[in-house]
């Protein structure tokens, strides 16, 4: 029997560890190509996503959050190749985000999916 993919939903995929925010954002081009080795491919990405930083509370350091718009399966298959990417010094951790704060992914999978 295949399997059933949920719902996709915002998933907040966060890697930590970053000690400035010039490292973190210095992630960005290889996570970005790791999503999308060929940003010149027509429509859509196969995982809408988008990128931002957010401080720590319990340090200095700075997280950088990877917004992806897809099921639970296949954010914690993205979260694996991120953690692949980033090595082990730096934790990734995956959890469910406010569709509210990423509305551009939302918006931008009932664009390429063709919904109202």
């Known amino acids: 029997m295949p399997m059933v993919e949920d719902e996709p939903r915002v998933y907040e995929i966060r890697i930590h ?22 940003p010149d491919h027509a429509p859509p990405c196969e995982v809408p996503w988008s990128l ?31 953690r692949m990417l980033v090595g082990e010094t730096r934790a990734v951790a995956v959890s469910e985000g406010e569709a509210g704060e990423w509305e551009e992914l939302v918006e931008q999978y009932r664009f390429e999916k063709g919904l109202s």
């Open 17 to 38: 560890g970053c000690p400035t925010s010039q490292e973190a954002l210095a992630l960005q081009a290889p996570i970005e190509r790791l999503l999308c080795p060929d």
């Open 52 to 82: 931002t930083l957010a401080g720590e509370d319990t340090d200095a350091s700075t997280t950088l959050v990877l917004g992806v718009y897809t099921s639970s399966d296949r954010a914690m298959r993205v979260a694996d190749r991120v």
